[in-house]
């Protein structure tokens, strides 16, 4: 595998989604810290469960949202204790997230350990929701429950992801997994996922640990990497990192793929500040309905043929033009994989237009 990584210039999926006027005040630059809400914060002893793969918890949730809100646990990395993600909670609940970050039972536990602490939490968020004295009583979204962690703890985020399919993404800080497990099998998985990662982090350097996940993790799952300038292996647990753009494209990322909210789509294609890579599959995704991947391809760049994966149950033409809107191929979607040769079709850029949508391939 080649470790080093090139930065691709960034491409912009141009589409055709319509956004209400409400979209407009949303950007990057808008995005504050704290955010609107005001936040509370119980802890296991204020009487929630005490999971057996966990120790120790703490629960913060928006005070003045409406709910029922999206949640997201997150556990810290090795020997680190559980307030070492403290500054995620007051950021996500004041913007509408739950948030609940748990400790290990042993300060060594392996990533997989982690996996399964972070699977326990969320039988607790379950429980949380049914618990009548709690403040989040009947206002937890459980359809939508989100993992993360730093260190092992961002590896044990994505183990977690091939263990429970029903999750809706993964937040991967600084990740670190045992690389001798690190292969296709063990990572594939079908919940988005954004890392985050430090280019000078030595813990878990970049080229043995980040870049590698997101290298196997499959190119059918939605997937980001946001690699921060001189970035050291605590750049993950501070959402005010990089000028505060680590938490607004963690925000973006979760707002977008948990809580169905189109508004933030451009957002996570912008190029962030103080990032020395920012890569993703996201040009290859495209949104119907609120609903992820109902029309993707792959690979992008391409060098002869493309995949198209579609939710059509019914025929549908295709067409694939150049940069002057010519088109230069046209076809026929006959089932919900289609391959498509584009061997012919000299190197640049092109749109692949299906229905209302368009998407662009880089040809190589």
Known sequence: MNNNFHL?????????????????????????????????????????????????????????????????????????????LSSWGPYLASHGIVVMTIGTNTLTDLPI??????????????????????????????????????????????????????????????????????????????VPILTISGQDDTTA?????????????????????????????????FPSTANNYVGKIVLSWLSYFVSDNDCYFPLILEYPEQASIYQNNLETFSIIGNQNSLINFYPNPVIDFITLRNNYTNNENYLITNNLGQIILRGEIKSNLEIIDLSPLSKGIYMLKVKNKTLKIIKK
């Not at 005070?63 to 307030?83: C, K, N």
């Open 113 to 190: 350990d982690r996996a399964n602490a972070l699977l326990d939490a969320v039988q607790t968020l379950q429980e949380e929701n049914n618990r009548d004295s709690s403040p989040v009583y009947q206002n937890i979204n459980l359809e939508k429950f989100s993992v993360g962690g730093h260190s092992m703890g961002g590896g044990g985020a994505q183990i977690a992801a091939t263990m429970d399919g029903s999750l809706k993404s993964v937040i991967s800080l600084n990740p670190w997994i045992q690389p001798w497990l690190v292969n296709f099998d063990y990572l594939n998985h079908s």
């Open 8 to 84: 691709i210039p960034f491409l912009l999926l141009f589409y055709s989604l319509s956004f209400s006027q409400g979209c407009d005040s949303i950007s990057l630059d808008t995005i504050s810290n704290p955010g609107p809400y005001s936040y509370g914060i119980i802890v296991e002893s204020d009487g929630m469960r005490d999971g057996p793969d966990y120790l120790g918890a703490s629960l913060y949730y928006p005070i003045g949202a409406e709910g029922p809100f999206s949640s997201l646990i997150l556990v810290p990395g090795f020997v680190s204790p559980e307030s070492a």
């Open 205 to 237: 350097p970049v080229n043995e640990h980040a870049n590698v996940h997101y290298d196997y993790t499959p190119n059918t799952t939605p997937k980001a990497i946001y690699e921060i300038e001189n970035g050291s292996h605590s750049t993950g647990r």
